[in-house]
Structures are given as structure tokens and as C-alpha cells.
Antibody, heavy 123, light 107 residues
Framework: EVQLVETGGGLIQPGGSLRLSCAAS????????MIWVRQAPGKGLEWVSV???????SYADSVKGRFTISRDNSKNTLYLQMNSLRGEDTAVYYC?????????????????WGQGTLVTVSS | EIVMTQSPATLSVSPGERATLSCRAS??????LAWYQQKPGQAPRLLIYGASTRATGIPARFSGSGSGTEFTLTISSLQSEDFAVYYC?????????FGQGTKVEIK
């Protein structure tokens, strides 16, 4: 059974740093693309970052230069290092992945989501 | 970036009635579209992928259609557990983008 468990959220002051973790089981993180998606209170879903199987990364403009996505293959865990945090970064952060699943056209769709971890940026 | 626009923002429906949710894309991208259901305090739950394929365990009352730029999610007969927020997402291009959501509420 595929499971994603996020940890590391909490209350942090503006300008501070936080590292989120996403522990995976039931599949191999390095064999799938992994994404972070966030949801501000009462708002919709916003894609934040992706880590591809080859190791390359991409970020939303809103977090570029401040957030870093990475993985530890030995721990089968995904991370999101968040620096220079701002009030607008306050959100529930989800990690998600296709878990190896493709649709009929050969595109991977996002099947598995963690339960999310809340990050609150406030003084 | 492909912009996804959902309508209506809120849909008021009585239990047992049919609900039709729309999702429009700013660019043509084929059928690489998913629909998710989200209830308060929960992660999104995959309902549909490939625009029309139900995910494992999703009841047959949920159906998806469309391609290109116009997509529809239909719930044929609303059950109490279906009142939630629904999001469409295109996964054809990076960045993957979501619609702003449609809230289905009890009429």
C-alpha cells in the first residue's frame, strides 16, 4: 500500500526557515516524480515544486530561489527546504506522486497524496 | 502556463439530483486532466484521470468527459458524502495547474 506522511510543519516567524519531510512507503521515491502542492487557508490548490526521477527540479515563481526540493533515496523520503518564509507561504503543504501510474496516453497522473502538514508564518 | 477555470464557483444541489461541473483550459492539451474531491481537513482524493477514467474505487455515479479545452465532471445522483469541493488539474504541461475549485453544497 502506498503511503505518504508529511512532517515538519509548524509556526515560524517571517524570514525564518523550515524543512518539511515526506516519508514514503509502498513505492520508491527515486523512481517517480514527486511534487509539493500547497493550500492556503480557505483557498485552492497551488503546485509548488517537482523533483523528477533524473534529479532535476522545477519551482513555482512564487517560491523560486527560496525553496529547495530534494530526496534521500536511502530513507525513501522527499524534502522541502523553505527559507526566507513570508506570510503568504502560510498553507497546508502536501506531497504527492503518480506512484508509477500512467494514463492511456502515457502521461503520469497524480494518484497519491499525503495528509498534509500546516505551515504558519507569523510573528 | 495553462490556466484552468472552473465554473460555477458554487453549485447548490439537492440529494439525488444531478450535478454538472465545468473546467476550461486556456490552451488545448488533449485529455491529460484529472478531477479531485476534497472535504474539509482532508487531502484531495483522485476521482478521474485521463479526463474520463474513474480511479480505483470511485463509484460509477462519477463520470468525466471532454478534451482539448473543455471538460466536465458529472455526478449523476448526489449522495450526502458527495458534498465537497472539486478541483480539475491538467498534468500535460509543467507547471501542473489546478482550477480554483467548485463547491458542491446542499440545496
Amino acid at each position: 500500500e502506498v503511503q505518504l506522511v508529511e512532517t515538519g510543519g509548524g509556526l515560524i516567524q517571517p524570514g525564518g526557515s523550515l524543512r518539511l519531510s515526506c516519508a514514503a512507503s509502498g513505492f520508491t521515491v527515486s523512481s517517480n516524480y514527486m511534487i509539493w502542492v500547497r493550500q492556503a487557508p480557505g483557498k485552492g490548490l497551488e503546485w509548488v515544486s517537482v523533483l523528477y526521477t533524473a534529479g532535476s527540479t522545477s519551482y513555482a515563481d512564487s517560491v523560486k530561489g527560496r525553496f529547495t526540493i530534494s530526496r534521500d533515496n536511502s530513507k525513501n523520503t522527499l524534502y522541502l527546504q523553505m527559507n526566507s518564509l513570508r506570510g503568504e507561504d502560510t498553507a497546508v503543504y502536501y506531497c504527492a506522486t503518480p506512484g508509477g501510474l500512467k494514463d492511456s496516453s502515457g502521461y503520469y497522473y497524480v494518484r497519491y497524496w499525503g495528509q498534509g502538514t500546516l505551515v504558519t508564518v507569523s510573528s | 502556463e495553462i490556466v484552468m477555470t472552473q465554473s460555477p464557483a458554487t453549485l447548490s444541489v439537492s440529494p439525488g439530483e444531478r450535478a454538472t461541473l465545468s473546467c476550461r483550459a486556456s490552451q488545448n492539451f488533449g485529455s491529460n486532466l484529472a478531477w479531485y474531491q476534497q472535504k474539509p481537513g482532508q487531502a484531495p482524493r483522485l476521482l478521474i484521470y485521463g479526463a474520463s477514467t474513474r480511479a480505483t474505487g470511485i463509484p460509477a455515479r462519477f463520470s468525466g468527459s471532454g478534451s482539448g479545452t473543455e471538460f466536465t465532471l458529472t455526478i449523476s445522483s448526489l449522495q450526502s458524502e458527495d458534498f465537497a469541493v472539486y478541483y480539475c488539474q491538467q498534468y500535460n504541461n509543467w507547471p501542473q495547474t489546478f482550477g480554483q475549485g467548485t463547491k458542491v453544497e446542499i440545496k
